[in-house]
């Protein structure tokens, strides 16, 4: 609180003499500092407001909680702005819903990583649970509208949300999921399952009370608004045949004819010989929540003096996607823009992208991440 009163009296032009001036308050008259309790007094409401609160085990001792973090670098509403732009991409500092209402191109893929309806939000704060449908189908029907036919929506979406005070799930998913599809017109083509290295929880019901397991997978739910036209092929995204299906196939394939399960699989002589380019990717995605990409950003938003997205996507993941639903030279846009890894992911893949996102701290730190690239031209000033 020392020194709080010294910055306050610093900022407000007055000295530390002027700030320590006792005066008697109250019934008993007691000499306290006016000053000094006006301070308090405001530390008191940003408290109440949720701004503020008090570090552990320290006596005194103040700090943001993460949605006071959040709220003090939004944009304002109605005002975009051009962060940072190159060859093949634009970063808008603003409101997605503002900003792609008024689009009017061809967009081929939406590839998100939406804030969470978390009870305790992380620093770039998200809605509540009970308006999280709402929030999601506002921000991506204008985006909807412009979607070429075909075209495909990604969400980067958590299904480890418990219900309050229970170790059982919430089902915002599958609310979020009927939404999309019965106001948007759009259809469920998969749950892409991505299994990580992340932290094991939930703490409460996995690891204190034992009656839950680690979660080790978020999903990635993929939309199409026609699915008959969908552009996806999965011919971009083929992996290497193992060494044990190379000889395979070079041996002759199924060299015996058989039937499982009751008839359902069925292999004749010769299948699976002949040679193809790569095995077709699965619906389970295996990629490390994060990446040197990831760690080199967050490195140099510290060095800027800038707070660093918390739950960033790993590039390669983004990459897997773009490369797999669209084109070199198709529009990908990503309306929660954060480290702007969809943005990067696009840019290395050679197609367009448009990423918006609220919080300066994050669109400003992600503009190093494209020093690299070709063209690249900041508009947006580092903040004192």
Same mark, same amino acid.
């Given at each position: ?5 010294? %910055?306050?009296?610093g900022r407000a032009g007055i000295s530390m003499e002027e700030m320590n001036v006792r005066s008697p308050v109250g019934e008993k008259?007691?000499?306290? #500092? ?10 008191? #409401? ?7 609160? +008090? ?32 060859? !093949?991409?634009? /970063? ?9 209402? /008024?689009?009017?191109?061809? %967009? ?97 019901? =996995? ?20 699915? *008959?036209?969908? %552009?996806?092929?999965?011919? *971009? ?9 190379? /000889?395979?196939m070079a041996a002759g394939g199924v060299r015996k004819p058989r039937v499982n399960s009751d008839g359902a699989h069925r292999q004749?002589?010769? =299948? ?19 990446? /040197? ?25 983004? +990459?897997? !996607? ?63």
């Amino acid at each position: 609180m020392q020194e709080l009163y010294r %910055i306050a009296a610093g900022r407000a032009g007055i000295s530390m003499e002027e700030m320590n001036v006792r005066s008697p308050v109250g019934e008993k008259k007691t000499q306290r #500092s006016l000053l000094q309790r006006q301070v308090r007094w405001h530390c008191q #409401s940003l408290k109440n407001l949720g701004l503020l609160e +008090r570090v552990e085990d320290e006596r005194g001792v103040w700090q943001l909680t993460e949605a006071g973090k959040h709220k003090l670098r939004k944009a304002r509403s109605g005002v975009s702005v051009l962060a940072f732009d190159t060859k !093949l991409g634009l /970063a808008i500092w603003g409101d997605a819903h503002r900003v792609f209402s /008024a689009w009017d191109e061809p %967009i081929f893929l939406c590839l998100t990583s939406p804030p969470y309806p978390l009870r305790r939000h992380r620093k770039y704060g998200g809605p509540a649970e009970l308006d999280y449908t709402d929030f999601i189908t506002k921000h991506i029907e204008p985006i909807v509208k412009n979607l070429v036919p075909g075209g495909n929506v990604v969400l980067s979406v958590s299904p480890n949300i418990f219900e309050e005070n229970s170790p059982s799930r919430s089902l915002y998913l599958d609310r979020l999921t009927i939404a999309l599809c019965d106001r948007l017109g759009l259809r469920l083509m998969d749950k892409l399952v991505w299994a990580s290295n992340q932290a094991p929880g939930p703490i409460q019901w =996995a690891s204190k009370l034992r009656m839950q397991l680690n979660t080790g997978y978020e999903y990635l739910i993929w939309f199409c608004n026609e699915p *008959r036209r969908c %552009i996806a092929d999965n011919r *971009r995204v083929l992996e290497p045949h193992t060494e044990k299906h190379k /000889a395979f196939m070079a041996a002759g394939g199924v060299r015996k004819p058989r039937v499982n399960s009751d008839g359902a699989h069925r292999q004749v002589l010769g =299948a699976y010989s002949n040679p193809t380019a790569g095995r077709i990717m699965r619906n389970v995605i295996y990629e490390a929540n994060t990446c /040197a990409s990831q760690r080199a950003y967050k490195k140099r938003a510290r060095e800027l003096g800038l707070e660093a997205h918390g739950a960033p996507m790993p590039l390669s993941l983004a +990459r897997k !996607l773009i490369r797999f639903m669209t084109e070199a030279e198709q529009l990908v846009v990503d309306p929660f823009g954060g480290s702007m890894t969809t943005g990067l992911a696009a840019e290395r893949e050679d197609r367009r992208w448009v990423s918006t996102e609220l919080v300066y701290d994050y669109v400003r730190g992600s503009a190093e991440r494209f020093m690299a690239e070709d063209g690249i031209d900041i508009h947006l000033p580092l903040a004192n």
